[in-house]
T-cell receptor, first 115, second 115 residues
């Protein structure tokens, strides 16, 4: 079946603009994760959703970052007033449940460039 | 603090040679352990994982990894490298016992394969 998809694949924006990144998880997966991959910081966790529970936002770097997950499926990561340090690849992953042994399946990522 | 260390940032091997990528973790208890591979422009693909039991685990593409509790290590190996193995490899851990815990990644090892 289809894997995790993300859109857009590339996004170039100007400093100060808002951006929205989309993730479509694998159908039936109840857990969804956002990670960020940057040259300086490597791969970092941002936020996690499990079903209808309140998300774990402990990895969000600032209040400019937010995410939502509608209907327990599609998720949108929003970055407000983008800064150059937000330039990175944003990866989304999903898993069947949030149980510890469940494999996370990753999407191809969205490369964000802030000019 | 919990951490994952991949000591080698870059490794170059000749095609057909053996490969070992190192991974050490620092956790209070043995976590779940994973190796992922990322080819250029691609998302992360799971190579193998260790949860319990046999400390030598087999993965896809001819890779294996050995968990050594005494050394807090989970090194990835392949007996004979192919040119298509050139990619970046990430070791990751996930805390046991709690739902929804995110993956914590090492800094990655970029593998180059000489013809």
């Amino acid at each position: 079946g289809a894997g995790v998809s993300q859109s857009p694949s590339n996004k170039v924006t100007e400093k100060g603009k808002d951006v929205e990144l989309r993730c479509d998880p694998i159908s039936g997966h109840t857990a969804l994760y956002w990670y960020r991959q940057s040259l300086g910081q490597g791969l970092e966790f941002l936020i996690y959703f499990q079903g209808n529970s309140a998300p774990d936002k402990s990895g969000l770097p600032s209040d400019r970052f937010s995410a939502e997950r509608t209907g327990g499926s599609v998720s949108t990561l929003t970055i407000q007033r983008t800064q150059q340090e937000d330039s990175a690849v944003y990866l989304c992953a999903s898993s069947e449940t949030s149980g510890g042994s469940n494999e996370q399946f990753f999407g191809p990522g969205t490369r964000l460039t802030v000019l | 603090a919990q951490s994952v260390t991949q000591p080698d940032i870059h490794i170059t091997v000749s095609e057909g040679a053996s490969l070992e990528l190192r991974c050490n973790y620092s956790y209070g208890a043995t976590p779940y352990l994973f190796w992922y591979v990322q080819s250029p422009g691609q998302g992360l693909q799971l190579l193998l994982k260790y949860f319990s039991g046999d400390t030598l685990v087999q993965g896809i593409k001819g890779f294996e990894a050995e968990f050594k509790r005494s050394q807090s290590s989970f090194n990835l190996r392949k007996p004979s490298v192919h040119w298509s193995d050139a990619a970046e490899y990430f070791c990751a851990v996930k805390k046991r016992g709690s739902a929804g815990n995110m993956l914590t990644f090492g800094g990655g090892t970029r593998l180059m394969v000489k013809p």
